[in-house]
């Protein structure tokens, strides 16, 4: 897979290492050191089939992950009508 341009906004396309978050059902999944396509200018994100499967079979094996980390979730209506925004 080879991107030049991004198909979202026509920015230009870099190929990185990310940190990627994966909702699975009611589950996030994150992956680190993931090699991606990602847009310079709006930051859409690809990846290629082979990464795409891989990541989707390690959620699916559920093998123990290499650590857990604790994430705050907010409503962002509940916290604006709190604030009378």
């Known amino acids: 897979m080879q991107l030049a341009k991004c198909a ?10 990310i ?3 994966q909702p699975w059902g ?4 994150r992956f680190e ?8 200018q709006c930051g859409h994100v690809w990846f290629s ?7 989707d079979e390690i959620i699916r094996r559920n093998p ?6 604790r994430v705050p979730v ?3 209506v509940e916290e604006l009508e709190k604030t009378g925004a």
């Open 8 to 17: 979202e906004c026509g920015g230009s396309v870099e190929h990185k290492t």
């Open 19 to 21: 940190t990627y978050t």
């Open 26 to 29: 009611d589950e996030l999944y």
């Open 33 to 40: 050191l993931v090699p991606a396509w990602v847009c310079a």
């Open 49 to 55: 089939a082979e990464v795409s499967q891989a990541m």
């Open 64 to 69: 123990a992950p290499k650590r857990y980390q």
């Open 74 to 76: 907010f409503s962002l």
